[in-house]
């Protein structure tokens, strides 16, 4: 088994080993992960954060040891706060990196960095703080930065934020937690989950206090969120129809 790091601020997740695949998540400065499989020009990857699979190119990669990967993986996450910040390298260039980037491998990477970092389990009710840091972040698919990101990207990296562990996709995030029975039971912070006409769930979105949420659709945006689902105070249209609503914390 080999094992990799992240070098640059954001590298494109694939579902297939080309430029031209549909991207299914990124990779962010520092996350570490198990090479599964790697070709002349790919590597297929298993994050460890959240075991998500996908394909990146090899250019944008650095491979590390098995040590040097369990050590990191062991050690609590050490994520940038500000929504750009920069690192150096040995020859004294700087590189861009962005919320919610991993600093546990500065010393591998031979990067200095003097920002801010966020470290350990915050309190609940922080979740909604670090949700406003995306506001009107446009939307995109398989995105997980405020330049862009999806449904399920901004509830994992609002939670990751927040010393808290989500799974990539909405649907997996759904098996997670105790489920509520009634949007009253809610507190802020907690996920509302929905689905499409065949039963699937497709989005999700963070609950706030006063029957609102907060959510990427289109941006991420905040809407009213009522028993039927989530109503868009713009379009004054129901978008979303309501599944289950989740305690994660």
Aim: with cysteine; charged share 25%; net charge negative.
């Amino acid at each position: 088994m080999q094992y990799g790091i992240c070098n640059l601020s954001i590298v494109p997740l694939r579902n297939e080993p080309s430029d031209a695949s549909e991207l299914v998540s990124q990779v962010l400065y520092g996350d570490i992960f198990k090479i599964l499989e790697q070709r002349k020009s790919w590597s297929k990857i298993r994050l460890a954060f959240d075991k998500y699979e996908g394909w990146i190119d090899n250019k944008q990669l650095i491979e590390i040891t098995e040590e040097q990967y369990n050590q990191l993986y062991k050690e609590s996450p050490k994520l940038s706060i500000d929504l750009v910040e920069f690192i150096e390298d040995t020859n004294q260039q700087l590189h861009p990196i962005l919320l919610g980037s991993s600093l546990n491998g500065l010393s591998i990477l031979n990067h200095n960095h003097d920002g801010t970092i966020v470290e350990g389990k915050k309190p609940k009710e922080n979740l909604i703080k670090t949700a406003f840091l995306y506001l009107n972040s446009p939307y995109l698919w398989g995105g997980k930065t405020p330049f862009g990101i999806d449904c399920s990207g901004f509830t994992q990296m609002v939670y990751k934020l927040n010393g808290y562990k989500l799974l990539r996709d909405a649907s997996q995030q759904a098996t997670q937690g105790e489920a509520l029975s009634f949007i009253e039971e809610s507190e802020p912070g907690d996920l509302a989950f929905f689905d499409n006409n065949e039963g699937a769930i497709t989005h999700v979105g963070i609950i706030m206090s006063d029957n609102y949420i907060i959510h990427a659709h289109g941006k991420v945006r905040i809407d009213r969120l009522d028993h039927s689902g989530i109503y868009n105070v713009d379009r004054k249209v129901h978008t979303h129809k309501l599944r289950v609503i989740k305690k994660v914390i």
